[in-house]
């Protein structure tokens, strides 16, 4: 078929995970070693052709400073999909990315496709965010559990080296609604 998609899609995650460097990546194919922290929100527009279809998606990457959530739903009003990111280093920025799945879950479109990326994953060595559970100790947290867990599709990303983003795009764009 020639099937012809407009997807809104929103990236929501904590400050400096690495959100607009995503979109960087995917749309410049580019890495920008010191990206400015996002004022607002920045929009951009990326064509993805599959097999089936070809989908237009229109991106919102949002501010992670707190001082703009209020704005958030803004954007996730009406979006398709999300990309909810955390930094694979930081632990915090996977809390702050859980309370977004909660946000979305209360408030966002029921419908959309969600992807949770675990970026940063070049930073191995300083990885705090275990991946799998290990079978030992204390509980970890976990992400890949906690996407299956609350219906996310999850992928760890690295804007820096380019691994996973084209298919997380892929992959949401796969997963969109045809008309
Ligand atoms: P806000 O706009 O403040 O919400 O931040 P953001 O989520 O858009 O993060 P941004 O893309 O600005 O990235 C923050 C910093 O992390 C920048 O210095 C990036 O170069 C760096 N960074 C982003 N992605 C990666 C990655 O995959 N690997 C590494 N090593 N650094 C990254
Ligand atoms: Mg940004």
Redesign the pocket.
Known sequence: GNNSINAKLVLL??????????VFRFVKGQ????????IGAAFFSQTLALNDATVKFEIW?T???ERYHSLAPMYYRGAAAAII?YDITSTESFERAKKWVQELQKQGNPNMVTALAG?????EDKRKVALEAKNCGAPVQEAHTYAEENGLFFKE????TATNVNEIFHEIAKRLPRA
């Open positions: 995650g904590d400050m400096g995970a690495g959100k607009s460097s995503l890495f920008l070693e010191f990206q400015e922290s996002t990457d501010a992670g400073q990111v970026n940063k994953a070049d930073l990303t690295s804007a820096k």
